[in-house]
């Protein structure tokens, strides 16, 4: 009998949950059964296909305290190994059932492998290929926080830095360690914590849908149903359509082939519907979240999972953590659907959770409305997305962003740094929770290597390290807003009004108790003069605004105010 390792590999004193499930990996494990002098009421072994695993459930005592422990395992022919197994302090958790990310928040999307190498890369990275290591890393990322907090930067997600069979992190090998390219764990608890000595909190990307097929439970599964279909077998890919979900008329078969179905013929489908399974990723996140204290979790592919059992786990975490944020990408161009699925999930989940939606319909019509492509009335595209926030109990709870690193970056299609300030004022003063992906300020185009996902994601690494980094791109006008925002009651907490856009310019106000903001876009390639009277229900007993780019006073007391071709204006009403 061998004992070569065991997840989770510590666990925690004080928590409500009271099972502990581990999964012990080793050779000659038939058989064997399992004491321990941990606090419990009840211990229960499982047998798996092969000898090299035991699934082991433990029901904890609630005298279990910090401390050291051991589990001892007796084989069958008359051999014990005793392994040291700690518990360490819980976590301490004081939200006061606040949500970890709101609208006060602005989120930075990187991608890690892309981002930052901290002057440290490994020889086996950076040969040019848009999809190999390209040899960013940890000590990027916390290199870089100096100058994301000068940015006005309040949460950073990364890419996943679990260990992984490719750079961008989608393809977990482990789900217990970092990838040696990005770094170690040590790196990463340093990483988080000097995040938020600098304001940042830290969202970190799971992925519970699928793995790698060179993860090493997929070779040789503990149990059969460990995932959905067998490689030595045909395997069913799924067909991509999420919308099956909610679809009332969606066939079973068609609704099994999105849930089922392996994402990729190099991703199996992880099947949360065994309780095992299920066991597994739940201790694995509350043991990220112990371990190294992130702030939220964005959940890659949540509607290729099972929905009932994604449910169940943001109930244990909040549960434990109320208030903990999940974002789920949930990538469909539809307001209704997007909006369902919020109010399903939340409304199932109750408590002082945090479920956000990523809002793929705002990228849609917020592009359609700038693009130079011609889209049939554009100039009303983003007008109309917000008409249908009735659809949503939680309108403000949802994450919107002109790109991300599965989408064409936003400057290879629209090429106008005037465009780009108009969408991203939009963005950062829509009643959303804004999203920035990395080099959007530095106008990031696509690296040239092709299409394709790894096009979308460019290496940052020579900008980062310029001197002029602050006054590179549009970061002097993206800094102003962010810095005004956090202070802006109206943006982050206020109601919306908005008015139908007429010759081009959109117009729309934000205000909570006495403050009160001014949004104005022109979309023209011409300057427009606007009828100040038509905005008088909102514009009465104001004379003046004060636009937070330039600092100059607009008046507002006039019967008409000039708009500049393809300019935008956000106003602090006086």
């Known amino acids: ?12 004193a004080g928590l409500k949950r009271n099972e502990l499930q581990l999964l012990v990996y080793g050779n000659g494990l038939k058989g064997v059964t399992v004491e321990t002098t941990i606090p419990h009421t009840e211990i229960a072994v499982r047998e798996c296909l092969c000898d090299k695993y035991l699934l082991v459930n433990i029901r904890l005592c609630s005298s279990v305290v910090a401390d050291k422990y051991s589990i001892s395992f007796h084989s069958e022919k008359g051999g014990m190994t005793d392994i040291p197994y700690e518990f360490k302090a819980h976590r301490f958790w004081d939200s006061n059932g606040e949500a970890t990310l709101s609208n006060k928040d602005v989120l930075y999307m990187l991608m890690v492998d892309r981002f930052a190498n901290g002057g440290i890369q490994l020889s086996d990275g950076n040969d040019n290929s848009p999809n190999s290591w390209h040899g960013g890393n940890i000590r990027g990322m916390k290199d870089a926080l100096p100058y994301l907090s000068q940015l ?23 789900h217990y360690d ?30 519970f849908n699928h793995c790698s097929i060179e993860h090493p439970l997929v070779a040789n599964p503990p149990l059969e149903d460990w995932f959905n279909g067998n490689r030595s077998k045909n395997i069913t890919i799924t067909n991509y359509r999420q919308t099956t979900i909610f679809d009332p008329y969606a066939s079973d078969s068609d609704r099994k082939t999105t849930v089922k179905g392996w994402f990729t013929e190099k991703m199996p489908d992880l099947n949360l519907k065994n309780p095992y399974v299920f066991n597994y990723l739940l201790e694995m996140s509350i043991w990220w979240i112990e371990t190294f204290q992130i702030d939220a979790i964005r959940m890659d592919t949540y509607l290729y999972s099972d929905l009932d059992a994604m449910i169940e786990w943001q109930k244990a975490v909040n549960e434990e953590y109320p208030g903990f944020s999940v974002i789920a990408e949930t990538w469909i161009g539809d307001a209704a659907y997007t909006a369902k699925i919020q109010r399903h999930v939340r409304r199932r989940i109750d408590g002082d959770s945090s479920f956000i939606v990523m809002d793929f319909a705002f990228q849609g019509h917020i592009d359609a409305c700038f693009n130079r492509f011609k889209v049939p009335d554009k100039e009303v595209q983003i007008y109309q997305h917000f008409v249908y926030d009735f659809l949503y109990d939680e309108p403000q709870n949802t994450l919107a962003f002109l790109d991300n690193h599965d989408l ?20 950062l003063t829509s009643p959303r929770i804004p999203q920035i992906y990395y080099g959007t300020e530095f106008m990031f185009a696509g690296d040239g290597k092709g299409t394709g996902d790894g096009n979308y994601r460019q290496d940052a690494f020579q900008i980062l390290n310029s001197s002029e980094v602050m006054s590179s791109g549009i970061v002097p006008f993206l800094r102003k807003i962010l810095e005004w925002r956090k202070d802006s009651m109206a943006v982050t907490k206020g109601g919306m009004k908005h008015f139908i856009p007429q010759k081009g310019v959109y117009v729309y106000f934000r205000q909570y108790e006495d403050e009160k903001v001014m949004l104005v876009v022109n979309r023209t390639s011409q300057k427009t003069d606007i009828d100040l009277l038509r905005y008088m ?7 003046s605004g004060t636009d937070i780019i330039t600092d100059k006073r607009v008046r507002l007391d006039t019967v008409s105010l000039a708009i500049k071709s393809n300019d935008v204006l956000i106003l602090n009403l006086e």
Not at 193 to 205: L, R, W, Y
Not at 408 to 427: D, I, M
Not at 537 to 543: A, C, H, I, N, S
Request: hydrophobic share 35%.
């Open 1 to 12: 009998m061998e004992i070569n390792r065991i997840d989770p590999s510590y666990w925690f």
């Open 152 to 174: 006005g930067i309040t949460a950073l997600w990364h890419s996943p830095i679990f260990k992984n069979s490719e750079y961008h992190g989608y393809s977990i090998t482990d």
């Open 178 to 207: 970092v990838d040696r390219h990005f770094g170690t764990k040590e790196e990463y608890a340093e990483f988080v914590n000097e995040a938020h000595k600098s304001g940042i909190k830290v969202v970190a990307d799971f992925i």
């Open 408 to 427: 064409p970056r936003w400057c290879s299609r629209v090429n106008s740094k005037a465009k780009l300030k108009q969408a991203l004022a939009v963005l």
């Open 537 to 543: 229900e909102e514009l009465g007993g104001y004379k």
